[in-house]
Structures are given as C-alpha cells and as structure tokens.
C-alpha cells in the first residue's frame, strides 16, 4: 500500500517562511499533491509535482525529490489566513489521491 | 464555470438506519468522481471513486456502497450504519482533459454524525 507521514503541527510567525515536509512510501505514483484546508472546510489544491524539483506558485512553492521519498511545502510571507491544516498527497490512476496525515499550522502575531 | 454540490450540509442519524448522500456536478461533461471520509482531525480516505456511469470502484471494504446513475450525479449510501461510519463525507471532481493529472474540486462535505 501507500503512506505519507507529514509533521502534526508546525507554528510560525506571520511573515515568516515555514516549510511542511511529508514522507511517503509507495510503489508507483504519478505525482504529489498539496492541498490546503481550513477547519470545518473542504480542501482546496494549492501545487503538484509530476517531476523532481521545485514548483513555484506565488507564495507558496512545493518540491519533490522521488530518490529520497520526500517532498515539502514551503509558504512564504506567512498571512494569518494561512492558518489552516495542508495535506500532501500521492497521486494515481484516474487521478485519485492518497493523502497524507495533515500538517495544523498555526501562524501567530 | 463548474460547480459541486453536496446535500445535505450536517446529518445525525441513529444506528442502523440507512444513508444517502447525493453529490452533484455542474459546468463540466464526463468527469471523474470521488467519495472520501475524513474522521476528526484526520486525513482523507479515498472511499470510491467513478470515471463514468455504472463504473464505481471501492478502495476500502466497508459499510457502504456508491452508485453513478447519471453523468455528474454520484450517490453514498449504506443499508444500517455503524458508529465508525460518522465523519466528514466529501465528494470531489476532476476533470479528465489532458490525459496527465488534474486537480481534484471538492465539495463542501457532509457532516455525518451517527448516535
């Protein structure tokens, strides 16, 4: 089968960098996701990558490096309405998602 | 532009009695549908997912069952549900242009709470 593990919980100062790191193991995937999440809300997509390297989409960016498992989230210019709970995922056929354990950020004053 | 719909919006329901969630998609032609669960302060379960009518496959054996009778209508139901069945049901879309992966458009979820 496939797991992601993510960190429970990271904390950061608004206007900061935080970077959310997730772990997967797996024996085939097309890509991984990332998807935001605020309480009581549904996920919505914030960044994929097909290939190694990394994604730059405004403030946030996403990498991936499919040798070590492992790819992050980084959030830049951290805004208070960043806090919320993200989730990487892997991607599959028919573009279904396995997702991970979930990341609460919290950003403080 | 497209659009997700899931009614209804919270749900109690006692053990045993049956389930039906319906989930609707506007703005987009043949598309791929998900079913996923999520128990508080977890992650998503991908429960079913559809890539056309009558086509439903299941991830995960359980409770329930799912069934496409229409192009963007995908419905979740059980006969008797468990107290494990209690979480946030959530239905999602994706398109299937491009042939590569598309993102995933979720619905505003059911809050299923089963006493």
């Known amino acids: 089968g496939q797991s992601l593990e993510q960190p429970s919980e990271v904390t950061a100062v608004e206007g900061a960098i935080v970077q959310i790191n997730c772990t997967y193991q797996t024996s085939g995937f097309y890509g991984l996701s990332w998807y935001q999440q605020h309480d009581g809300g549904a996920p919505t997509f914030l960044s994929y990558?097909?290939?190694?390297g990394l994604e730059e989409t405004g403030r946030f960016s996403s990498f991936l490096s499919r040798s070590d498992s492992y790819g992050y989230l980084l959030l830049q210019e951290l805004q208070m309405k960043d806090s919320a709970s993200y989730f990487c995922a892997l991607t599959g056929t028919a573009s279904k998602l396995t997702f991970g354990t979930g990341t609460r950020l919290q950003v403080t004053l | 532009s497209q659009t997700i719909h899931q009614w209804p919006a919270t749900l109690v329901q006692p053990v045993g009695s049956p389930l039906s969630l319906e989930c609707t998609v506007e703005?987009?032609?043949?598309?791929?549908l998900y079913w996923y669960r999520q128990a508080a302060g977890r992650g998503l379960q991908l429960l079913f997912y559809s890539v056309g009518i009558g086509q439903i496959s299941s991830e995960v054996p359980q409770n329930l069952s799912a069934s496409r009778p229409q192009d963007r209508q995908f419905i979740l139901s059980s006969k008797k549900l468990l107290l494990s069945d209690s979480g946030f049901y959530l239905c999602?879309?994706?398109?299937?242009?491009?042939?590569?992966?598309?993102?995933?458009?979720f619905g505003p979820g059911t809050r299923l709470t089963v006493l």
């Open positions: 703005g987009t032609s043949n598309p791929n």
């Open positions: 990558n097909a290939l190694d």
């Open positions: 999602a879309w994706s398109s299937i242009a491009g042939g590569g992966y598309n993102e995933q458009f």
